[in-house]
């Protein structure tokens, strides 16, 4: 959004105003409405959403004040080898998945860690005081559990290689947390698990 300012038009993240005597850049706009009060800027709409999915640690600044919803996935689970003792294919690994809603103001900072996938188990994701382990993996035909509450357990093996479990069981297109297939037979390698993210939305 751009305001006049001294005959120059300029972004209004650049607007200053006088607060208690000193000068302060201004982080919300409002403007009276019919008698109500209206926020024109920041204008971040209902539903925005921010994906953190890089792999490691960070620190995230809340552009707008009002409930978020957050969605975490730590590392998915591996799927397990052929089992050649019983002759079943391989389990599917646990998925990771966890949701929380919580308040947060506009240049709040809150420190993150995304967990990825790895050969032993799935690394734990956080967001401030949340956090969510990751799924376990699977070394044979049974399937290893997931955690939390929008995940999955991988699938038993068996005939077939067994299905990794959902890091997010509402939404099977997305793979964040997922864990990895298990191997069909001797010769082929189990499915490794998918990494983990960070889901925010905003709510209002």
């Known amino acids: 959004m751009k305001v006049g300012i001294n005959g120059a038009v300029r972004d209004i993240s650049d607007f200053k105003a006088g607060v208690n005597g000193a000068v ?6 409002w403007i009276g409405v019919n008698g109500a009060a209206k926020k024109v800027w920041p204008l971040i709409p209902i539903g925005y959403q921010v994906i953190l999915d890089t792999v490691g640690s960070g620190e995230w ?15 998915g689970g591996r799927g397990g080898t052929f089992d050649f ?11 990771s998945g966890e949701e929380y809603e919580t308040t947060l103001n506009v240049g709040q900072k809150v420190s993150y860690s995304v967990g990825g ?8 994701t956080t967001f ?4 969510i382990s990751g799924g376990s993996n699977t070394w044979d035909w049974n399937g290893a559990a997931g955690y939390g509450s929008l995940a999955t357990s991988g699938k038993n093996g068996g005939n077939s290689p067994g299905k990794g479990g959902y890091g997010n069981k509402n939404k099977p297109l997305q793979t964040y947390g997922n864990g990895g297939d298990g191997a069909a037979d001797i010769g082929t390698s189990p499915g490794d698990g998918k990494d983990g993210a960070i889901i925010l939305t905003y709510l209002g």
């Open 85 to 95: 003792l019983s002759f079943r294919a391989g389990g599917g690994g646990g998925g």
């Open 117 to 124: 996938a790895t050969t032993t188990k799935g690394d734990t």
């Open 24 to 29: 302060h850049a201004v982080s919300e706009l």
């Open 61 to 75: 600044e809340c552009p707008v004040s009002g409930n978020w919803h957050i969605e975490l996935h730590g590392g």
């Open 128 to 131: 401030g005081e949340y956090s």
